[in-house]
């Protein structure tokens, strides 16, 4: 879709300024592409330059990080910290680490993580960080190694009130404990509301673990309940089987769809009886082993490493493992197997080919930024828990959680109402998300 023309040459010079960043050009684009719109409902936004200043982060920080292999082998990887808006609130998003964590990485994820955390309501900003350390592979005491040499650079940028960060792929509660840990030795406060995420132990939040994919689960049900649908009895494939996958997985059996495939970067287990969680949780969160050896203990499962897991026949797709996972062809499949609603778990797991595909096939498509904000949102409980020194029960966070998602459900199905393209979600939540995070930053003047 081509551009609004006021939005054309800040587009261009996005690229022409960050060369080479194709994820980040590519969540740019999406967003752009959707605001049209409301950029001629909103002319006073463009006189302030709203647009250009939103897509260019606050801060970036990039620093060194070395550390010490169990072997004594020393290791150099690099750490960012992209602070990219705090007209909502503190800077809020995780840290991502895995092998493929370039600059351009943390800035499409910062972007996009503006977008969410205004959708969800709560007074966050927005950021996201990581580091090309890949945890595969590593004892405990090198990931603890690793963290603390993270957080010796980290910790001077961050604060409750500066910058929250979080997990996001390769990041769970057992680095926040470590990055926690640095933190507080270095700092000497015990300042809960620095990271979110963190175990129940030392000041976390019940359903945060379970956020993202419970969430994504409630988005999902809110859009089938739009068409007239539900959960109930429909064949669902959820790629991954980190913890955005796992929770998914729990609350889609809790509703009564029947997940049949997960996956992980080495290939897809099929389980038409439905995937074992108990299982899972075992090879993954315990033991952290690769996913082929569910068909070990499964014996009617089937293990596939060469295809795509989106030639699984499914009415429900929820892609929950890494950006540009569903592409064009994975689309066209899962369209001509009948799936009627597809939503991101992960952060822009569909390619822009596939997204096309999927909404001329009027399939009900959830972005991430809306559909997985489950995450984030848990994350702005816990902040607010911590600050009140409080800790609800399960139930109360849970029911908090789902308000949550159906609020961030209806402003996004109402905004594409009202521009006139029901129906469509990404427009939905690209358009509220700006309009929330532009007029802010309209009230603060040029900053
Ligand atoms: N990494 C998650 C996301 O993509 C969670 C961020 C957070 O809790 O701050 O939204």
């Known amino acids: 879709m081509p551009l609004h023309s006021e939005l054309e040459p800040i587009f261009d010079d996005v690229l022409s300024r960050n060369p080479g960043e194709v994820e980040f050009h590519q969540a740019v684009h999406e967003v752009l592409e959707s605001i049209g719109p409301a950029v001629d409902k909103h002319p006073e936004y463009a006189d302030a330059k709203i647009i250009k200043r939103i897509c260019e982060p606050e801060r970036q920080i990039i620093f060194r990080v070395p550390w ?18 705090s007209a909502l609130g503190p800077y809020k998003g995780g840290l991502r680490f895995h092998p493929s964590v370039l600059l351009g990485t943390v800035k ?8 969410k955390n205004a959708l969800t309501g709560l007074p966050i900003g927005g950021g996201k960080g990581g580091s090309d350390f890949d945890p595969k592979g590593c004892s405990d005491r090198e990931v603890m190694r690793f963290c603390q040499s993270f957080m010796t650079e980290l910790y001077r940028h961050i604060g409750e009130y500066t910058d929250v960060p979080a997990g996001d792929i ?52 809110e859009m ?34 029947r997940v049949v495939a997960c996956s992980d970067s080495s290939g897809y287990v099929r389980d038409e009886k439905g995937i074992d969680l108990t299982l899972l949780k075992e090879i993954k969160e315990t033991r952290r082993e690769r996913i082929g050896v569910y068909v ?7 293990y596939v490493s060469d295809r795509s897991i989106w030639e699984v026949p499914c009415q429900v797709a929820i892609p929950s493992a890494t950006q540009n996972e ?51 949102a848990a994350s702005a409980l816990e902040m607010q828990q911590n600050a009140s020194r409080d800790s609800w029960t399960f139930q109360h966070s849970e029911e908090r959680l789902r308000d949550i998602m159906q609020g961030i459900h209806a402003r996004c199905y109402e905004t594409a109402d009202e ?11 690209n358009i509220s998300g700006y309009a929330r995070v532009a007029a802010a930053m309209l009230a603060l003047g040029l900053v």
């Open 68 to 85: 010490e292999d169990d072997a004594g082998e020393i290791h150099i990887n690099r750490g960012f910290r992209v602070e990219f808006n």
């Open 108 to 115: 499409f994820l910062g972007f996009e993580q503006v977008f």
């Open 170 to 221: 390769g990041v769970g509660g057992r680095e926040i404990g470590f990055l926690f840990g640095q933190y507080k030795r270095i700092t000497n406060r015990y300042e809960s509301g620095v990271l979110t995420g963190k175990g129940l132990s030392f000041g976390g939040a019940q359903v945060r673990r379970e956020a993202t994919g419970y969430g994504c689960t409630y988005f999902v049900d």
């Open 224 to 257: 089938l309940k739009a068409r007239g649908e539900s959960f109930d009895g429909k064949d669902v494939v959820v790629s991954g089987s980190g913890n955005v996958a796992i929770y998914t997985i729990e609350k889609v059996h809790q509703l009564g769809g």
């Open 296 to 302: 070990d203990r499964r014996r009617d499962a089937d």
């Open 326 to 376: 569903l592409t064009e062809s994975d689309a066209l499949m899962l369209v001509r197997n009948g799936c009627i609603a597809v939503g991101e778990g992960a952060n822009m797991p569909t390619t822009p080919d596939g997204v096309r595909v999927l909404r001329e096939a009027g399939v009900s498509f959830g972005p991430g930024k809306a559909a997985n904000a489950g995450g984030v």
């Open 419 to 429: 521009y006139g393209i029901p129906g469509d979600y990404v427009a939905g939540a």
